[in-house]
């Protein structure tokens, strides 16, 4: 597999939902924090979206796409001059049969899912993203239509078999979404997302991820992707924010706490698959990244299996919203 896919394979969305919900008429819906991240589109209308922290609203009209990785509280509203009603008053409402306030021509349709990432550290992947990841672009719009339209017809038109096809979709929409954003932020971003849009830095990324147990020196990665040593470790470092060596590090610490949530292995089994010669130095690195020691991260208690089901409605805000 290719980095990101190796990334997004190990944070493991075990718990995920997959729906659409409707903003209508004159309406501000607050929503809390949240963990994981919220992948959503919009399909029809238009709305604000406002989140703490980020300086001004951001408009959204159909065709776009957003990501939410950081989990801080926000507001999707038709009118900014409302006053936002707290997401669970609005479950309460539509679970008692109330109708809130509805209007036609102020109604926005939004389709999307919610992944909570249980792999190793997550938030080394959500923290190398902004807030909010809006994707705009009418050509980036329309990399997303066909994604768009499945999940529409899926939550819309009910068929056997829609639920998983929901969910697929959803997670395409964030691989897709995190595509365009790379492609779109690259110049002048840091972070290790961003090093992948490098030709030659992903490959030396990719060096590592295919063969991690390797001994791999920065002069050997250099001489892999045609670059001097100098150059080659000066724009790692500027492009993905630490050296390739804190890279490899942090890389095998990830795939080795993914190990100890997942096989029975021994620590030093695990070690020695990952190019350390001694159970001590692997279980320094791995408190020093990890920030425990091997045997304290494999007694963490283990994130609960998931049956598999996303909930999924086409006009039910909790399908997606929680």
Same mark, same amino acid.
């Given at each position: 597999m290719d980095p990101l896919s190796d990334v997004l394979s190990l944070l493991k969305p075990r718990s995920y939902m997959s729906g659409g919900f409707r903003v209508n008429g004159n309406l501000a819906v607050r929503f809390p924090k949240h963990q994981g991240i919220k992948c959503y589109a919009v399909v029809s209308g238009e709305c604000w979206?406002?989140?703490d922290g980020v300086p001004g609203p951001v408009h959204l009209s159909a065709g776009d796409c957003f990501l939410l990785p950081r989990g801080l509280p926000f507001t999707l509203a038709t009118d900014l001059s409302l006053t936002p009603i707290d997401f669970h008053t609005i479950l309460e409402q539509l679970r008692n049969g109330e109708v809130v306030a509805?209007?036609?021509?102020?109604?926005s349709y939004i389709v999307g899912?919610?992944?909570? +990432?249980?792999?190793?550290? =997550? &938030?080394?992947?959500l923290g190398s993203l902004p807030p909010i990841?809006?994707?705009?672009?009418?050509?980036?719009?329309?990399?997303?239509?066909?994604?768009?339209?499945r999940m529409k017809e899926e939550l819309r038109d009910p068929q056997p078999g829609g639920s998983l096809v929901a969910q697929q979709?959803?997670?395409?929409?964030?691989?897709?979404? +995190?595509?365009?954003?790379? =492609? &779109?932020?690259a110049r002048g971003s840091v972070g290790w997302l961003f090093a992948l849009v490098d030709p030659q830095l992903s490959q030396a990324i990719t060096c590592i991820h295919e063969d991690p147990a390797?001994?791999?020196?920065?002069?050997?990665?250099?001489?892999?992707?045609?670059?001097?040593?100098?150059?080659?470790?000066?724009?790692?470092?500027?492009?993905?924010?630490?050296t390739p060596m804190e890279y490899l590090t942090r890389w095998r610490m990830l795939l080795a706490g993914d190990r100890l949530n997942t096989s029975d292995d021994s620590i030093s089994a695990i070690a020695l698959s990952l190019g350390y010669e001694s159970e001590s130095a692997f279980g320094k690195a791995f408190k020093r990244i990890m920030g425990c020691s091997p045997r304290q991260y494999s007694r963490r208690p283990k994130a609960p299996a998931t049956d598999g089901k996303a909930q999924s409605g086409p006009e039910r805000t909790e399908a997606i919203a929680s």
């Open positions: 979206l406002s989140m509805s209007n036609p021509d102020r109604e899912g919610h992944f909570l +990432l249980t792999g190793s550290h =997550a &938030d080394i992947f990841v809006h994707i705009q672009k009418e050509s980036d719009k329309a990399a997303m239509r066909w994604s768009l339209e979709l959803a997670y395409m929409m964030i691989v897709q979404a +995190l595509r365009l954003h790379l =492609a &779109d932020e390797h001994r791999w020196t920065i002069q050997e990665l250099a001489e892999r992707v045609g670059m001097s040593r100098s150059i080659f470790a000066l724009r790692f470092k500027e492009k993905a924010g630490a």
